[in-house]
C-alpha cells in the first residue's frame, strides 16, 4: 500500500465534457467510474466494481456518499488578485468603479504585510470555489507579485499572473516607468516562470492607462514564438473606455489595435469582456488565435452590457470565463455559468446555453485558453487529476433538488443553479488535496 497522496482510486460521480459542445456534438460525460491516480495523473477510467483490482493497492476512496458530485477543477481566466476586499461596489459604471472602488485598495497592496494578507485571502477564494488553474490579474508592485506567487506556490494551485503595468490615467502611485517595467517584469519571470505550477503574464492594465512605450515593453516580457509567458490585459468593455482609448490612440481605428500593433495578439493573448467588439476586431481576434475572457456577473454588476457570444463563435474566437473579482461578485465560477446563462437568454440572438455548454466554459474552455488543455480541463485518461467535488447539505435547497433531479443534464443544472462555494468539500491539484474532502 503506497502512501503517496498523489496516488489513489476515486470513486465518484464524474461530470465533465472531454469535447467542445459549441464546434461538436459533445455530449456531456456523466457517470459512476473509478477514476484511477498514479502521480498525480489519471491512467485509467474502469467500472466501479473492477476499482480494487485496478488500484494496484493504492488507496480507494468513495466520494460518492451523500450526493457527491465531481467535476473537473474549475479554470478562471481573469481575476484580480488586489481586489478581493474591494467586491460588493455596486451601483457604478466602469470607470466611476476604477476610482472610487478599486484603485484606492490597489495602492495598499504597496505595503508588504497588508499585500500577504490579501494573497492569502485571494488564494484561499480560489480554492473554496473550487477553482484550481487561473490567470490572475497582479498587484501594480512586484513585491506583492512576490506574495502571490509564494502564496500560490504554497497551496499548489495552477496560477499564472503578472505584475500590472500602468504609466498614465491612473493615480500617480499606480504608475512605473517603462524602463523599471522592464528590470521587475524580467526579474519576476526569472524567478517564477516555470516554477512549479507558476507562469508569467505581461499584464498592462488596458491601453487607456498605457502609453505605447509600455506596450512596447509588454512585448518584449512576452517574448517570442517559443516563449510560454502570456498576455493578458482589458478590451471594449465599456462605452467611454472604448471612446477614450480610441482618442488617445489616433493612430488606430480600434481599441484592438492598439495592443495588435505591438505585436501583443495571438493564441498566448486572453483580453477581458470584449462586449463593444466590432466585426472586425472579431475576425482578427479568430484569426490570431486570441481569447475572450467573458466576465458575466461583471458586465452584470457595472452595467457593462451583454456579452455577444454568437458573434465571438461564429467568428472563431474561442472563449472562456472569468469571474472578474473584484468587479465581479465572487469566486465561483458556478455563478458565473448560470450568469452567462441569464445573459444569453436576455441577449437578442442569445446562444442557448446548456449545462453542457456551462461546464464546458469553465473548464475545458479555461484550460484551452491558458494553453493547458493537454494538461487539465476534464477528467480523461492521460490528463493532470484536478478535481473539485461538491457535496450539498442533506437538507439544503440544492441537496433535495440533486436527488429529485430527472437526469444527468438535470443534476448538472441544479449544481450551477443552486451550488456555491459552501457545497465545496474538497479540491485537488495534480492529485494532491489541497481541501481536504471531508
Ligand atoms: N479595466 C481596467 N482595469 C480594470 C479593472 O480592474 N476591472 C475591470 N473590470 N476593468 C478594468
Ligand atoms: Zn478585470
Known amino acids: 500500500m503506497t502512501t503517496d497522496v498523489t496516488t489513489a482510486t476515486y470513486l465518484a460521480r ?22 484511477v491516480v498514479v502521480d498525480g495523473v489519471i491512467t485509467e477510467r474502469v467500472p466501479v ?11 480507494v476512496l468513495d466520494l460518492r456518499a451523500d450526493d457527491g458530485i465531481l467535476l473537473p477543477g474549475m479554470v478562471d481566466t481573469h481575476v484580480h488578485y488586489p481586489q478581493v476586499r474591494a467586491m460588493g461596489g455596486l451601483g457604478m459604471p466602469l470607470l466611476d468603479w476604477l476610482e472610487r472602488c478599486a484603485l484606492p485598495e490597489e495602492v495598499r497592496l504597496a505595503d508588504v504585510d497588508y ?5 492569502e485571502e485571494f488564494v484561499s477564494g480560489l480554492v473554496q470555489a473550487g477553482t484550481t488553474s487561473a490567470l490572475v490579474f497582479g498587484s501594480h508592485y512586484a513585491s506583492a507579485m512576490d506574495s502571490l506567487f509564494t502564496e500560490a506556490d504554497q497551496v499548489g494551485l495552477r496560477i499564472t499572473s503578472g505584475q500590472v503595468l500602468s504609466d498614465r490615467l491612473l493615480r500617480e502611485e499606480l504608475h512605473t516607468t517603462p524602463e523599471r517595467a522592464l528590470v521587475e517584469g524580467r526579474d519576476l519571470i526569472e524567478r517564477w516562470h516555470g516554477k512549479g505550477r507558476l507562469r508569467y503574464a505581461a499584464t498592462p492594465r488596458f491601453s487607456l492607462s498605457c502609453t505605447d512605450s509600455m506596450l512596447e515593453v509588454c512585448a518584449e516580457l512576452m517574448g517570442g514564438p517559443e516563449s510560454e509567458v502570456m498576455f493578458t490585459s482589458h478590451l471594449n468593455e465599456n462605452r467611454s473606455e472604448v471612446e477614450a482609448v480610441l482618442g488617445l490612440f489616433p493612430d488606430c481605428t480600434s481599441y484592438l489595435q492598439t495592443y495588435a500593433k505591438h505585436g501583443l495578439i495571438g493564441p498566448r493573448s486572453v483580453l477581458a469582456h470584449n462586449v463593444h467588439a466590432t466585426d472586425d476586431e472579431l475576425a482578427q481576434m479568430g484569426a490570431a488565435g486570441a481569447i475572450a475572457a467573458h466576465c458575466p456577473t461583471s458586465n452584470s454588476a457595472l452595467g457593462s452590457g451583454l456579452f455577444p457570444l454568437r458573434r465571438h463563435l461564429d467568428a472563431g474566437v474561442r472563449v472562456a470565463i472569468g469571474s472578474d473579482v473584484g468587479a465581479g461578485t465572487g469566486f465561483s465560477l458556478l455563478q458565473e455559468g448560470l450568469q452567462a446563462y441569464f445573459m444569453q437568454q436576455l441577449s437578442h440572438d442569445g446562444y442557448p446555453l446548456t449545462p453542457a455548454h456551462l461546464l464546458y466554459l469553465v473548464t475545458a474552455a479555461g484550460a484551452d485558453a491558458l494553453g493547458l488543455a493537454d494538461q487539465v480541463g476534464d477528467l480523461g485518461v492521460g490528463k493532470k487529476f484536478d478535481a473539485v467535488l461538491l457535496r450539498p447539505d442533506g437538507r439544503s435547497t440544492f441537496g433535495t433538488a440533486l436527488r429529485h433531479a430527472r437526469d444527468d443534464a438535470d443534476a448538472l443544472a441544479k449544481a450551477f443553479v443552486l451550488g456555491c462555494p459552501g457545497d465545496v468539500v474538497g479540491v485537488w491539484v495534480d492529485g494532491r488535496p489541497v481541501m481536504q474532502a471531508a
Open 115 to 119: 499585500a500577504r494578507a490579501v494573497a
Open 49 to 59: 466494481a473492477q476499482a480494487a483490482s485496478a488500484s494496484g493497492g493504492a488507496p
Open 14 to 35: 464524474s461530470f465533465d465534457t472531454p469535447a467542445n459542445p459549441f464546434t461538436s456534438d459533445g455530449a456531456l460525460r456523466a457517470e459512476e467510474v473509478a477514476i
